[in-house]
């Protein structure tokens, strides 16, 4: 009668090469999640700098100024005539926040006349957009 030899155990192994591959993956996927995640509707101007607190409300209503004192509401264009009609649908109480983002080149004329049509149209509280140093 021939004897088997007991078979050697050997240890099992973690391949760390495809964890790697899996956890820069889920890196990159929610990364672009969050990023998709945010509603901006404010047109990209050179904003002034300063320090500021950041924005906690979900969905600001934007009043844009660019350079050329062009008047946009969350990215839809509009004249100092037509802007308090068009704001006063998107302010649904007095304690709706306005996030005015003014070209740093914009005209300051243009933008005060363009925040007292936003207060025409119902809104009590402005944010002055600004870019962080």
Request: aromatic share 4%; charged share 15%; glycine share 4%.
């Amino acid at each position: 009668m021939k004897l088997r030899k007991p078979r050697v155990q050997r240890k099992g192994r973690i391949e760390i090469i495809p964890m790697i591959d899996v956890m820069f993956f889920l890196l990159a996927t929610f990364m672009l999640a969050s990023l998709s995640m945010q509603s901006l509707n404010a047109l990209k101007v050179n904003l002034p700098q300063g320090q500021a607190a950041r924005l906690t409300s979900d969905t600001p209503v934007t009043l844009s100024i660019d350079a050329d004192s062009h008047i946009y509401v969350n990215r839809s264009p509009v004249t100092l005539d037509t802007l308090a009609a068009t704001l006063r649908p998107l302010l649904h109480s007095s304690e709706e926040n306005i996030v005015v983002s003014a070209d740093n080149n914009a005209r300051q004329g243009v933008v005060v006349q363009a925040m007292l049509q936003a207060r025409a149209a119902g809104g009590q509280h402005f944010l002055i957009a600004v870019a962080h140093e």
